[in-house]
Protein backbone atom coordinates (compact mmCIF):
# COMPACT_ATOMS: atom_id res chain seq x y z
CA UNK A 1 0.00 0.00 0.00
CA UNK A 2 1.92 3.83 -1.01
CA UNK A 3 1.93 5.95 1.60
CA UNK A 4 -1.34 7.39 3.40
CA UNK A 5 -3.43 9.69 0.76
CA UNK A 6 -1.16 8.67 -1.88
CA UNK A 7 -2.47 6.05 -5.02
CA UNK A 8 -0.39 3.57 -6.56
CA UNK A 9 -1.21 1.89 -9.87
CA UNK A 10 1.25 -0.40 -12.05
CA UNK A 11 0.73 -1.00 -15.93
CA UNK A 12 1.49 -4.51 -16.94
CA UNK A 13 2.06 -6.13 -20.25
CA UNK A 14 3.70 -9.47 -21.82
CA UNK A 15 7.56 -7.79 -22.03
CA UNK A 16 7.36 -4.27 -20.35
CA UNK A 17 8.95 -2.65 -23.49
CA UNK A 18 6.12 -1.40 -25.97
CA UNK A 19 2.77 -1.20 -24.15
CA UNK A 20 3.48 -0.85 -20.49
CA UNK A 21 5.97 1.43 -20.57
CA UNK A 22 3.79 4.18 -22.51
CA UNK A 23 0.97 3.73 -20.25
CA UNK A 24 3.29 4.49 -17.43
CA UNK A 25 4.77 7.66 -19.31
CA UNK A 26 1.18 9.01 -20.55
CA UNK A 27 -0.39 8.45 -17.28
CA UNK A 28 2.39 10.24 -15.40
CA UNK A 29 2.22 13.13 -17.61
CA UNK A 30 -1.31 13.57 -17.02
CA UNK A 31 -0.94 13.75 -13.20
CA UNK A 32 2.01 16.15 -13.90
CA UNK A 33 -0.08 18.29 -15.95
CA UNK A 34 -2.80 17.87 -13.31
CA UNK A 35 -0.77 18.90 -10.52
CA UNK A 36 -1.72 15.78 -8.70
CA UNK A 37 1.51 13.33 -9.75
CA UNK A 38 3.12 13.92 -6.04
CA UNK A 39 -0.11 11.83 -5.14
CA UNK A 40 0.96 8.76 -7.01
CA UNK A 41 3.21 6.17 -7.30
CA UNK A 42 3.19 4.92 -10.89
CA UNK A 43 5.26 2.03 -12.52
CA UNK A 44 5.08 -0.66 -14.93
CA UNK A 45 6.12 -4.60 -15.16
CA UNK A 46 6.35 -7.61 -17.39
CA UNK A 47 4.20 -10.49 -16.66
CA UNK A 48 7.21 -12.37 -18.65
CA UNK A 49 11.00 -12.62 -18.52
CA UNK A 50 11.80 -11.68 -22.13
CA UNK A 51 12.72 -8.31 -22.33
CA UNK A 52 14.49 -7.86 -18.19
CA UNK A 53 16.73 -4.74 -18.24
CA UNK A 54 16.15 -3.27 -21.87
CA UNK A 55 14.98 -0.14 -22.45
CA UNK A 56 11.24 0.57 -23.76
CA UNK A 57 11.18 -0.41 -27.84
CA UNK A 58 12.46 2.12 -30.05
CA UNK A 59 9.05 2.69 -31.67
CA UNK A 60 7.75 3.51 -28.13
CA UNK A 61 10.34 5.79 -27.89
CA UNK A 62 10.04 7.67 -31.39
CA UNK A 63 6.11 7.45 -30.95
CA UNK A 64 6.27 9.11 -27.44
CA UNK A 65 9.19 11.61 -28.41
CA UNK A 66 6.44 12.83 -31.13
CA UNK A 67 3.79 13.08 -28.54
CA UNK A 68 6.12 15.17 -26.46
CA UNK A 69 5.72 12.81 -23.85
CA UNK A 70 9.09 12.16 -21.48
CA UNK A 71 9.94 8.24 -20.87
CA UNK A 72 12.59 6.68 -18.87
CA UNK A 73 11.85 2.89 -18.11
CA UNK A 74 13.80 -0.45 -17.45
CA UNK A 75 11.86 -3.22 -18.01
CA UNK A 76 11.19 -5.81 -15.06
CA UNK A 77 9.20 -8.90 -14.36
CA UNK A 78 7.50 -9.23 -11.31
CA UNK A 79 7.23 -13.15 -10.84
CA UNK A 80 4.54 -13.83 -8.15
CA UNK A 81 5.61 -17.74 -7.89
CA UNK A 82 6.40 -19.43 -4.80
CA UNK A 83 10.05 -20.15 -5.97
CA UNK A 84 12.34 -17.95 -6.84
CA UNK A 85 12.18 -15.08 -9.23
CA UNK A 86 14.53 -15.67 -12.44
CA UNK A 87 17.85 -14.53 -12.07
CA UNK A 88 18.82 -14.97 -15.76
CA UNK A 89 19.27 -11.18 -16.70
CA UNK A 90 20.86 -10.26 -13.09
CA UNK A 91 23.36 -7.71 -14.08
CA UNK A 92 23.03 -8.39 -18.09
CA UNK A 93 23.25 -4.96 -19.95
CA UNK A 94 20.40 -3.89 -21.88
CA UNK A 95 19.61 -5.33 -25.83
CA UNK A 96 22.58 -4.09 -27.96
CA UNK A 97 19.75 -2.42 -30.40
CA UNK A 98 17.90 -0.62 -27.93
CA UNK A 99 21.22 1.23 -26.74
CA UNK A 100 22.02 2.13 -30.14
CA UNK A 101 18.54 3.41 -30.85
CA UNK A 102 18.70 5.76 -27.49
CA UNK A 103 22.24 6.96 -28.45
CA UNK A 104 20.81 7.28 -32.01
CA UNK A 105 18.42 9.95 -30.36
CA UNK A 106 21.33 11.47 -28.23
CA UNK A 107 20.09 9.53 -24.96
CA UNK A 108 22.75 7.86 -23.09
CA UNK A 109 21.68 5.01 -20.68
CA UNK A 110 23.11 3.13 -18.48
CA UNK A 111 20.46 -0.20 -17.60
CA UNK A 112 20.27 -2.76 -15.05
CA UNK A 113 18.04 -5.76 -14.90
CA UNK A 114 16.63 -5.34 -11.66
CA UNK A 115 14.58 -8.11 -9.70
CA UNK A 116 11.10 -7.87 -8.60
CA UNK A 117 9.24 -8.54 -5.59
CA UNK A 118 5.90 -10.35 -4.46
CA UNK A 119 5.68 -6.77 -2.94
CA UNK A 120 3.64 -5.44 -6.05
CA UNK A 121 0.28 -7.52 -5.52
CA UNK A 122 0.17 -6.15 -1.64
CA UNK A 123 1.52 -2.39 -2.49
CA UNK A 124 -0.03 -1.53 -5.82
CA UNK A 125 -3.86 -0.05 -5.21
CA UNK A 126 -4.17 -0.88 -9.03
CA UNK A 127 -2.85 -3.08 -11.35
CA UNK A 128 -3.60 -2.16 -14.98
CA UNK A 129 -2.70 -4.60 -18.26
CA UNK A 130 -3.95 -4.70 -21.46
CA UNK A 131 -4.83 -8.17 -22.99
CA UNK A 132 -6.66 -11.20 -21.52
CA UNK A 133 -3.33 -13.10 -21.71
CA UNK A 134 -1.95 -10.36 -19.64
CA UNK A 135 -5.41 -10.78 -16.94
CA UNK A 136 -5.18 -14.93 -16.85
CA UNK A 137 -1.12 -14.77 -16.26
CA UNK A 138 -2.09 -11.71 -13.12
CA UNK A 139 -4.90 -13.58 -12.04
CA UNK A 140 -2.94 -16.79 -12.12
CA UNK A 141 0.08 -15.51 -10.09
CA UNK A 142 -2.53 -13.34 -8.02
CA UNK A 143 -3.77 -17.04 -6.31
CA UNK A 144 0.05 -17.50 -5.20
CA UNK A 145 -0.22 -14.47 -2.94
CA UNK A 146 -2.02 -14.57 0.34
CA UNK A 147 -4.19 -11.07 1.17
CA UNK A 148 -2.79 -9.17 -1.88
CA UNK A 149 -5.31 -6.29 -2.34
CA UNK A 150 -4.48 -5.13 -6.09
CA UNK A 151 -7.62 -4.57 -8.00
CA UNK A 152 -6.44 -6.45 -11.61
CA UNK A 153 -8.08 -5.09 -14.42
CA UNK A 154 -7.81 -4.23 -17.85
CA UNK A 155 -6.96 -0.85 -18.83
CA UNK A 156 -9.13 -0.47 -22.14
CA UNK A 157 -12.12 -1.55 -19.28
CA UNK A 158 -11.64 2.84 -18.66
CA UNK A 159 -11.81 3.30 -22.28
CA UNK A 160 -14.75 5.82 -23.61
CA UNK A 161 -14.61 4.09 -27.00
CA UNK A 162 -14.82 0.83 -25.25
CA UNK A 163 -11.94 -0.70 -27.00
CA UNK A 164 -11.07 -3.12 -24.29
CA UNK A 165 -7.60 -4.81 -25.31
CA UNK A 166 -4.94 -3.04 -26.34
CA UNK A 167 -2.91 -5.17 -28.71
CA UNK A 168 0.53 -6.16 -28.77
CA UNK A 169 2.23 -3.88 -31.35
CA UNK A 170 5.71 -5.85 -30.92
CA UNK A 171 5.47 -7.36 -34.81
CA UNK A 172 3.71 -4.39 -35.79
CA UNK A 173 4.65 -0.75 -37.04
CA UNK A 174 4.73 2.75 -36.01
CA UNK A 175 0.45 2.88 -36.84
CA UNK A 176 0.52 0.10 -34.43
CA UNK A 177 2.24 2.33 -31.67
CA UNK A 178 -0.01 5.17 -32.20
CA UNK A 179 -2.96 3.45 -31.81
CA UNK A 180 -1.26 2.07 -28.47
CA UNK A 181 -0.85 5.32 -27.81
CA UNK A 182 -4.09 6.87 -28.64
CA UNK A 183 -5.50 4.21 -26.65
CA UNK A 184 -3.76 5.03 -23.81
CA UNK A 185 -4.16 8.55 -23.44
CA UNK A 186 -8.07 8.19 -23.51
CA UNK A 187 -7.86 4.99 -20.77
CA UNK A 188 -4.95 7.13 -18.49
CA UNK A 189 -7.46 10.16 -18.70
CA UNK A 190 -10.68 8.42 -17.73
CA UNK A 191 -8.84 6.53 -15.02
CA UNK A 192 -6.96 9.75 -13.70
CA UNK A 193 -10.60 11.84 -13.29
CA UNK A 194 -11.83 8.88 -11.66
CA UNK A 195 -9.45 8.09 -9.29
CA UNK A 196 -9.12 12.65 -8.67
N1 LIG B 1 5.61 -14.31 -27.44
C1 LIG B 1 4.96 -13.69 -28.12
C2 LIG B 1 4.15 -12.86 -28.95
C3 LIG B 1 3.01 -13.38 -29.57
C4 LIG B 1 2.22 -12.55 -30.38
C5 LIG B 1 2.55 -11.22 -30.54
C6 LIG B 1 3.69 -10.70 -29.93
C7 LIG B 1 4.50 -11.52 -29.14
C8 LIG B 1 5.69 -10.94 -28.51
C9 LIG B 1 6.93 -11.52 -28.66
C10 LIG B 1 8.01 -10.92 -28.05
N2 LIG B 1 9.28 -11.40 -28.17
C11 LIG B 1 9.64 -12.46 -29.11
C12 LIG B 1 9.53 -13.82 -28.50
C13 LIG B 1 10.27 -13.87 -27.17
N3 LIG B 1 10.64 -15.25 -26.78
C14 LIG B 1 9.43 -16.10 -26.59
C15 LIG B 1 9.79 -17.49 -26.11
C16 LIG B 1 10.64 -17.41 -24.84
C17 LIG B 1 11.84 -16.54 -25.04
C18 LIG B 1 11.44 -15.16 -25.53
C19 LIG B 1 7.80 -9.75 -27.27
C20 LIG B 1 8.84 -9.09 -26.61
C21 LIG B 1 8.60 -7.95 -25.89
C22 LIG B 1 7.33 -7.41 -25.82
C23 LIG B 1 6.28 -8.04 -26.45
C24 LIG B 1 6.51 -9.21 -27.19
N4 LIG B 1 5.49 -9.82 -27.81
Known amino acids: MAATGTKSVLFVCLGN ?4 PIA ?3 FRKMATDAGVVDK ?3 DSAATSTYEIGNPPDHRGQACMKGHGVPMKHVARQWVIDSGAT ?3 NIDSSPDARGLACLRKHGIETSHRARQVTKDDFM ?4 ILCMDENNLSELNRKAKLVKNH ?7 GSYDPQKQLIIEDPYYGCDKDFE ?3 EQCVRCCKAFLEMNS
Request: aromatic share 18%; hydrophobic share 40%; glycine share 0%.
Open 86 to 88: SDW
Open 149 to 155: HSKIELL
Open 123 to 126: SFDY
Open 17 to 20: ICRS
Open 24 to 26: EAV
Open 179 to 181: KVY
Open 40 to 42: WRI
